[in-house]
């Protein structure tokens, strides 16, 4: 049974740094582009990121680039979004998701799989 498990949300101010983890199991981890969504209140789930199985391919939201960095341990089975100036437009419910294959990365019907979600809250 696949499972990803996100972890590291909570309440923050803007400026402030936070790391968001998703731990896999249940899979080839090493297989699989990594991706991750977020959905605000009111809004539709949006592209944040996405990896390839090596790491040595990332795709960002415009609005997320230079401040978030994507990274993965394939050893750990692990996904890391680090998180920096953070800015209240930032608030969402982040997802981990996993795919086949690099492309369409920013396209949510393109994953296989899907965490159960962060929250994180910024406030100004």
């Known amino acids: 049974q696949v499972q990803l498990v996100e972890s590291g949300g909570g309440l923050m101010q803007a400026g402030g740094s936070l790391r968001l983890s998703c731990a896999a199991s249940?899979?080839?981890?090493?297989?699989?582009?990594m991706g991750w969504f977020r959905q605000a209140p009111g809004k539709e789930r949006e592209f944040v990121a996405a990896i390839n199985w090596s790491g040595v391919l990332t795709n960002y939201l415009d609005s997320v680039k230079g401040r978030f960095t994507l990274s993965r341990d394939n050893a750990k089975n692990m996904l890391y979004l680090q998180m920096n100036s953070l800015k209240p437009e930032d608030t969402a419910v982040y997802y981990c998701a996993a795919k086949s294959g690099y492309y369409n990365v920013d396209k949510d019907s393109e994953y296989n799989y899907w965490g159960q979600g962060t929250q994180l809250t910024v406030s100004s």
């Open positions: 249940g899979l080839s981890f090493r297989n699989y582009a």
